[in-house]
C-alpha cells in the first residue's frame, strides 16, 4: 500500500515515510522525521526532527510537533521526540522535542486522546491511554503515568509527577506531584478522594476500589507522617496488589505529594 502525500505538502529528503502514511494539504515534514504506516497527517501540520511517530496515529491540522523546546538553554542540540501508536492530536497541539538537561528526549506513548490546543513540553514522559482536554499545559519534564485523565485547562509544573489512573479537574494547577488513583482540583490543585468512576470504567472490582479507598485514607485522613503511611500500604500489597501502583507513585515522588 503506497503513502498518499498530497503534492502541495513539503517532504524532506531526509525523513523517512512507510507506505499507508497520508499526509494533507500544506504539509511540512522536516529532516530526520520517521513516520510509520497508518498515520494520518492533516493539512499544515509541521513535523521537525530528530522525531519518530509510530503507526496509526492521526495529527489533526495546524499542529506542530517535534519542533525545538522551549527553553532558553537550547542551543541546537539533537534532541528527540518519541510518539508511540494509535494516538489522536488534534488541532493546534504543540509537542516539543527534549533537552540536554535531561535524557533528550521527550515521549508519548500509545493510544492517547490529546484534544485541541494541548502543549506537552521538553522532557514529558506520557504513558498510555491518558485523555488531555481542550488547552492542558504540561510544563518540562512532567511524567504521566498511564490512564491520566486532564480536565480543561489543567495543567502541570514542571518536573511533577502524575500517577497511573489520576484526574486532574478542569482549571487545576498541580505543582507537586499526584499519586496515582488520586482526584485534585483548584488552584493550587488539592486532594478530592480517589477516582472511583474511572475505575469502575476500568473493570476494577468494587473490593478493589473500597481497598484503593482504604489506602488513600492510610496518606490522607490519619494524620500518619508519609513515610508511615507508606510503610502500611507495603504491608497490604501482597494481598492487595492494585495498591502497588499507588505505592510506586508515592515512592517516587521528589517534588513531594499534594497536599
Known amino acids: 500500500m503506497s503513502s498518499t502525500i498530497h503534492p502541495t505538502a513539503v517532504i524532506s529528503d531526509s525523513a523517512n515515510i512507510d507506505d499507508g502514511v497520508a499526509i494533507g494539504p500544506y504539509a511540512v515534514v522536516g529532516d530526520e522525521v520517521t513516520i510509520r504506516s497508518g498515520t494520518r497527517v492533516d493539512s499544515h501540520v509541521v513535523i521537525n526532527g530528530p522525531t519518530v511517530i509510530g503507526h496509526d496515529n492521526h495529527i ?12 532558553k538553554k537550547y542551543r541546537g542540540e539533537p534532541t528527540r521526540l518519541t510518539i508511540g501508536d494509535r494516538n489522536t492530536i488534534r488541532e493546534f497541539c504543540t509537542i516539543s522535542r527534549g533537552t540536554m538537561q535531561d535524557l533528550a ?22 504513558g498510555n491511554k491518558t485523555i488531555m482536554a481542550n488547552n492542558v499545559t504540561l510544563a518540562g519534564h512532567v511524567h504521566v503515568g498511564d490512564w491520566v485523565i486532564f480536565g480543561g485547562f489543567s495543567g502541570a509544573h514542571q518536573f511533577t509527577k502524575i500517577g497511573a ?26 486532594p478530592r478522594g480517589i477516582n472511583s468512576e474511572g475505575l469502575k470504567r476500568r473493570d476494577f472490582s468494587d473490593e478493589q476500589i473500597r481497598n484503593i479507598k482504604n489506602a488513600y485514607r492510610l496518606v490522607y485522613r490519619k494524620g500518619l507522617k508519609l513515610a508511615d503511611a507508606i510503610a502500611e500500604i507495603e504491608k497490604l500489597c501482597d494481598s492487595q496488589p492494585e495498591l502497588a501502583v499507588l505505592l510506586e507513585s508515592l515512592r517516587a515522588s521528589e517534588r513531594g505529594i499534594i497536599r
Open 165 to 190: 489512573h489520576a484526574f486532574l479537574g478542569m482549571y487545576s494547577g498541580v505543582n507537586r506531584d499526584v499519586p496515582a488513583y488520586t482526584m485534585v482540583s483548584g488552584q493550587p490543585a488539592v
Open 60 to 71: 489533526y491540522q495546524f499542529a506542530s510537533i517535534g519542533d525545538d523546546p522551549q527553553d
Open 105 to 126: 528526549e521527550t515521549v508519548l506513548g500509545d493510544d492517547n486522546w490529546i484534544m485541541a490546543y494541548v502543549h506537552i513540553a521538553h522532557d514529558c514522559v506520557v
